[in-house]
């Protein structure tokens, strides 16, 4: 059969095209029904088109929800360097190093979710996982603040990066009614490692030293990713859409305008609290073991706001949930300082982790139901792409504001004012993407 033939049912179900189909022969496809999208159509005015009938369940969707956290770990090594490898250099500075390892997990989207959308997944995937293990066990060498700015910071922030978003999408591919809840799932990955790497190194690092946990790691890391790399796989065939890299066409789109600006500056302040939260805890008088553990509820609690996040997302609207839970988020953000105490601590750190959970599960759905399938991994892309500008300067911001004020009271005013604007920015795109003041978006 010639390809400019393949019609939408010829394709369904199918995993791989042998080559990307153009924007031509895409069009020769069995038109969609009245209530779905065409690329000529303005994204946010209706639904969004689904290419054949997605599974939304069945053994192979939910083995692709089956795949990563070492960065939701950042604030183990942020304490441990202070106290210990880098104790002469400014908290602001090491704190660099973990806000570019944030901002490169969605920097390179821009290009990895339009390289997906042309069919380019398993590749990409395998060679970020080898690099980062290679990454992970090199971290157990470094010596000096350039060695774990270049390796922990740019070496396994860019490897998470190339990994992240082709996942998030290739979920979508599965998914329709039950999306939310398998992104939240497959966002867990990140509060599992989040919980599970600051344990370990708690109890490894007196036993066994630094250097060697970081190698375990490195171990833990083989396995997961192994796994990752063997479940993980598209169900739509790859589609050449127009526009590039970057489609600037996107951002006639009112309300996909306002949600990137919106994930910019809400970023500029979610991280603050886990990047210093083990560091604030020590000066507060807790023992370092404490701060370790403190860490490890946040993202414990994580979990838990993730599911939650998902189920309410698939109910009420992705858009409605992200802004209720960023809410609490930046209020809890903003009075984390004031906890003086474990007990106090341990709660702010439970509702924190529960809270920004619900944001970092349904970012992706929101951008992916402001347009097509097709064009996806290209939108998703340039969200977290435009949201690492504000994950980059975040922590280093709240770190400067913590070392001229003394403390982290005048830090936590600041990254909870910021997420505010961010939750006042979330509304106004959900206003212009639904268009009326109530329901489900």
Same mark, same amino acid.
């Given at each position: 059969?010639?390809?400019? *033939? ?5 394709l369904?179900g199918?995993?791989?095209a042998?080559?990307?189909?153009s &924007?031509?022969?895409?069009?020769t496809?069995?038109a ?9 159509e ?22 692709? $929800?089956v795949?990563?956290?070492l ?9 441990y360097y ?19 390892q944030?901002a =490169?997990? *969605?920097?390179?989207?821009?290009? @990895? /979710?339009? =390289?997906f959308d042309? !069919? &380019?997944f398993?590749i ?5 996982s +080898?690099v ?8 157990a060498?470094?010596?000096? &603040?350039?060695?774990f ?5 740019? !070496?396994i922030?860019? +490897? ?10 290739v $979920?979508?591919?599965w998914f329709?009614?039950?999306? /939310?809840?398998?992104l939240?799932l497959?966002a867990i990955?990140?509060? +599992?490692?989040?919980t599970m ?15 060697w946990?970081?190698?375990?790691? /490195?171990l833990i ?10 479940f993980?796989k598209r169900r ?11 489609? %600037? ?5 009112a ?6 600006i919106?994930g ?7 991280? @603050?609290a ?6 604030s ?10 701060? %370790?553990y ?6 414990a609690s994580? @979990?838990?706001g993730r ?5 309410? /997302?698939d ?18 953000t903003?009075?984390w300082p004031? #906890? ?13 982790g ?8 349904l %970012? #992706?759905?929101?951008a992916?139901?402001m ?7 290209r ?5 977290m792409s435009?949201?690492?500008?504000g994950?980059?300067s975040g922590p280093?911001?709240?770190?400067a504001?913590?070392?001229?004020s003394?403390g982290? $009271?005048d ?14 920015l979330?509304l106004?795109?959900r206003?212009?993407?639904?268009g009326?003041l109530?329901?489900? +978006?």
């Amino acid at each position: 059969m010639s390809e400019k *033939y393949l019609s939408a049912d010829a394709l369904k179900g199918t995993e791989f095209a042998s080559e990307p189909l153009s &924007y031509e022969v895409r069009k020769t496809r069995a038109a969609p029904p009245d209530n779905q999208e065409t690329h000529n159509e303005p994204a946010s005015e209706k639904p969004v088109i689904h290419a054949g009938e997605t599974p939304d369940g069945g053994l192979t969707a939910w083995l692709v $929800v089956v795949a990563v956290g070492l960065s939701n770990s950042w604030g183990i090594f942020q304490a441990y360097y202070e106290e210990n490898l880098l104790r002469h250099t400014s908290p602001s500075a090491i704190a660099w190093i973990g806000s570019v390892q944030y901002a =490169l997990m *969605y920097l390179p989207a821009l290009v @990895t /979710g339009r =390289l997906f959308d042309l !069919g &380019y997944f398993k590749i990409p995937c395998f060679a970020a996982s +080898c690099v980062l293990v290679m990454c992970t066990f090199l971290i157990a060498e470094c010596t000096q &603040y350039q060695h774990f700015f270049l390796i922990q910071g740019l !070496g396994i922030g860019m +490897c998470c990066g190339i990994i992240v978003s082709p996942v998030l999408v290739v $979920v979508s591919h599965w998914f329709y009614k039950k999306r /939310g809840l398998a992104l939240s799932l497959t966002a867990i990955g990140a509060s +599992c490692g989040g919980t599970m790497f600051p344990v370990v190194a708690q109890n490894l690092i007196p036993l066994i030293g630094f250097k060697w946990t970081v190698r375990v790691f /490195g171990l833990i890391l083989m396995v997961t990713l192994g796994m990752g790399n063997i479940f993980l796989k598209r169900r739509l065939p790859p589609v050449d859409v127009r526009g590039g890299f970057f489609n %600037f066409k996107i951002f006639r789109n009112a309300a996909y305008s306002i949600f990137c600006i919106s994930g910019i500056i809400a970023f500029l302040g979610l991280y @603050t609290a886990l990047t210093y939260m083990s560091v604030s805890a020590v000066a507060i008088g807790l023992s370092k073991k404490s701060s %370790f553990y403190i860490l490890a509820i946040a993202n414990a609690s994580s @979990t838990f706001g993730r599911v939650s996040a998902g189920l309410l /997302g698939d109910k009420v609207g992705a858009l409605n949930t992200m802004a209720a839970f960023t809410a609490v988020a930046g209020i809890i953000t903003s009075v984390w300082p004031l #906890a003086k105490n474990e007990i106090r601590l341990i709660v702010i750190s439970s509702i924190y982790g529960f809270s920004t959970g619900g944001y970092l599960a349904l %970012f #992706a759905v929101a951008a992916v139901e402001m347009g097509t399938i097709e064009d996806a991994g290209r939108r998703v892309g340039m969200f977290m792409s435009l949201a690492a500008f504000g994950a980059i300067s975040g922590p280093p911001i709240s770190g400067a504001i913590s070392t001229a004020s003394g403390g982290f $009271v005048d830090a936590g005013y600041y990254a909870g004012g910021i997420i505010m604007c961010g939750v006042v920015l979330l509304l106004l795109a959900r206003y212009l993407h639904l268009g009326r003041l109530r329901g489900k +978006c």
